[in-house]
């Protein structure tokens, strides 16, 4: 139970700081203060970064099974993501699903990319 809290609780942490801090590249009224792509790319550095920070901190604490961590863990953070997106984001953007998953839930696949990379990595590692 203690692991599965941790790996809500981090994967909760990916989707909260990326959406909070999204909200300084906006208006009240929501508009973008800058150029979209330019804030859409920002926003995938930002995410990308702390999401391998977050995944650093969770596989400190394993020492087996890094592979099946990594899948699990990875599927976790993004079902998660995706879920929070269309509970909350979508109602906020007015968005529909395709147009989400093309601008945005596409993205959260990198998830597990990398957090399966860093399975195979741990378990080299480990083996040499």
């Known amino acids: 139970m203690k692991k ?3 790996i809500g609780f981090l994967g909760f942490l990916t989707w909260l700081v990326p959406f909070v801090v999204s909200w300084l590249f906006y208006t009240k009224e929501g508009q973008p203060i800058m150029d979209i792509i ?3 790319s920002i926003m995938i550095v930002l995410f990308s970064a702390f999401g391998a920070f ?3 901190i969770y596989f400190r604490k394993i ?3 890094f592979i099946s961590e990594g899948f699990y863990v ?3 953070w993004f079902g998660i993501n995706c879920i929070l997106d269309i509970l909350v984001l979508l109602p906020l953007a007015g968005m529909n699903m395709s147009t989400w998953f ?7 696949l990198m998830i597990p990319v990398m957090s399966i990379s860093i399975g195979y990595m741990a378990a080299y590692h480990k083996a040499s």
């Not at 093309?102 to 959260?108: E, K, L, N, P």
Request: net charge positive; aromatic share 10%.
């Open 4 to 6: 599965a809290l941790k």
């Open 38 to 40: 330019f804030i859409k």
């Open 54 to 56: 977050l995944l650093i």
């Open 63 to 65: 020492d087996m099974d």
């Open 74 to 76: 990875g599927l976790s």
């Open 102 to 108: 093309a601008q945005i839930g596409m993205r959260y």
